[in-house]
């Protein structure tokens, strides 16, 4: 409830314009998570163990980060 005041205030459109926004970013985070998959997946690109372990963390990051952003949508009523 406080948080769609805040929305309407700041975006004059309410929750519409909130999980338009939201779903733009998931498809950021879905972009992310295939780019460090893709990465990871690829014979020969990665073969450091340091580099692997790093790439590693931040592709869970990332997949992490969607996982939240699609689950705000539904939580807000929208369709991720």
Do not use: C, W
């Not at 769609?4 to 950021?28: E, P, Q, W």
């Not at 998959?37 to 980060?65: F, M, V």
Request: hydrophobic share 45%.
């Amino acid at each position: 409830f406080l948080l769609s005041g805040l929305f309407k205030r700041a975006y004059g459109k309410g929750a519409d314009v909130v999980i338009d926004t939201l779903n733009l970013a998931l498809l950021a985070e879905m972009l992310e998570v295939r780019f460090y998959r893709s990465g990871l997946d690829a014979p020969g690109l990665i073969t450091a163990a340091q580099d692997r372990a790093e790439i590693t963390l931040i592709h869970d990051n990332e997949t992490a980060h969607r996982t939240l952003v699609r689950q705000t949508i539904i939580n807000l009523g929208g369709q991720p």
